[in-house]
């Protein structure tokens, strides 16, 4: 691996193709907030503003204000999306919605446990960037709210029957890992701490399961076992190769050398076992017994999923010199680069069928706004970066 080329490569790529594109195109000046509907050429398609989406561009944009350069119209694009998430993405007592129209109307409840992690992200980082108290204290009282809903996320909008089958889900716990460090400025250290502790345990020792060869499960029943139902069966390999970097991040932090192998080892499982090995390219969806999945887009292809994965292996190989994570890094970065990036227009594709055609050319939508893609090209540069000190 050419390791100045590879560093330009995805540091030109973040800087001089997908930040401006967001930058340039998604900025509503009229009703604040942002677009994140948009096709081919960028163009929007559609007006509705996901909280989430929003919450992730507010939170993109302050974090590399306060990690990259400090570019005014950077912040600005943060501040003025933050701002329209003050005012409209909440019900007045940060229950943060799921949608809201162009103008800021509510669209969807606030059912959406993600809407409420990504706004404490937001605020959290624009509060670092601002120096502002009401930005912190809202990133803290979201906070507050995320862990009171733990053991019911979706609160009086779940729609399954209460005691039938009462499954806990990996998607919290593993989103919690990262969300800890991000807010780590504005946490008292104790508590830090055993929020900390407890997401480990609940990602390494709760869905990390030995007895299906070190497989992730998506869901398990509320006592901690497995449950032999589509859900129960559910695997999810790039979800479960992103929560290993934010493993890595708190091994790391926390100077815990056997956690961070853990981890490398776990992504290298999930990767080997979540690989097409007819077309390349991560499954979506799998089935832990090789049942079918409920899921009809099993087998689709898609952006994050494989930028998550080129995040942790660079991480992998940063930490621990494992020639296996390199060499999946450079496999994975080929089909990424080769099926993901649009040759002609900026950022990248979202959505591929199993040979890895696009199947949908839009850069942006209802799942994909501006994180995974700028994320994940900053992350790699940043990892490059303390590799080629060493």
């Known amino acids: 691996m050419n390791i100045e080329e590879k560093i330009l490569q995805y540091k030109n790529e973040l800087l001089d193709n997908v930040l401006p594109f967001w930058q340039s195109k998604s900025q509503d000046y009229e009703f604040g907030g942002y677009f994140t509907c ?10 509705d503003k996901f909280v989430w989406l929003q919450s992730r561009q507010v ?3 302050s974090m590399l204000y306060n990690n990259v350069e400090k570019k005014q119209e ?16 909440h019900d ?4 943060w919605y799921f949608s809201l129209t162009r103008e800021g109307e509510p669209l969807t409840e606030p059912y ?3 809407s409420y992690t990504f706004a404490t992200m937001a605020f ?10 009401e930005y912190a204290e809202i990133a803290k009282r979201t906070f507050d709210i995320v862990l009171s809903r733990r053991s019911n996320p979706k609160g009086k909008w779940n729609k399954a029957y209460a005691g039938t089958r009462n499954l806990k889900s990996f998607s919290l716990p ?7 460090l991000e807010i780590e400025h504005l946490l008292d250290p104790e508590f830090l701490k055993k929020t900390i502790d407890e997401c480990i345990h609940e990602v390494m020792e709760v869905f990390l399961r030995p007895e299906l060869g070190g497989l992730i499960v998506e869901n398990v029943n509320e006592d901690g076992s497995l449950s032999d139902t589509f859900d129960g069966r559910l695997v999810n390999p790039g979800h479960s190769i992103e929560a290993m970097w934010f493993i890595m991040d708190l091994g790391e932090r926390l100077n815990r050398p056997e956690l961070i192998n853990h981890a490398v080892e776990t992504t290298l499982r999930m990767l080997n076992y979540g690989w097409d090995k007819q077309y390349g390219g991560i499954f979506y969806f799998m089935d832990r017994k090789g049942l079918p999945p409920q899921q009809l887009e099993w087998d689709q292809k898609l952006w994050w999923v494989h930028i998550e994965t080129l995040i942790s292996l660079i991480k992998g190989y940063q930490l621990t010199g494992s020639p296996e994570c390199l060499a999946w890094f450079e496999k994975v970065h080929d089909y990424t680069w080769k099926h993901f990036r649009d040759p002609e227009h900026p950022e990248w594709w979202g959505y591929l069928n199993r040979q890895g055609e696009v199947l949908l050319d839009l850069k942006g939508g209802k799942w994909k706004g501006c994180f995974h893609v700028p994320r994940g090209l900053y992350q790699v540069w940043k990892t490059m970066e303390k590799i080629d000190k060493i």
């Open 38 to 47: 948009f096709d081919r050429e960028g163009n929007v398609f559609d007006t």
């Open 59 to 61: 939170w993109m944009f």
């Open 74 to 89: 950077w912040l600005d694009c943060a501040i003025q999306g933050g701002e329209f998430l003050k005012k409209y993405g």
């Open 92 to 95: 007045g007592n940060l229950n």
């Open 112 to 114: 959406n446990i993600f």
């Open 124 to 133: 959290g980082q624009l509060s670092k960037a601002t120096g502002n108290a």
């Open 174 to 180: 593993m989103i919690l890992c990262n969300l800890a």
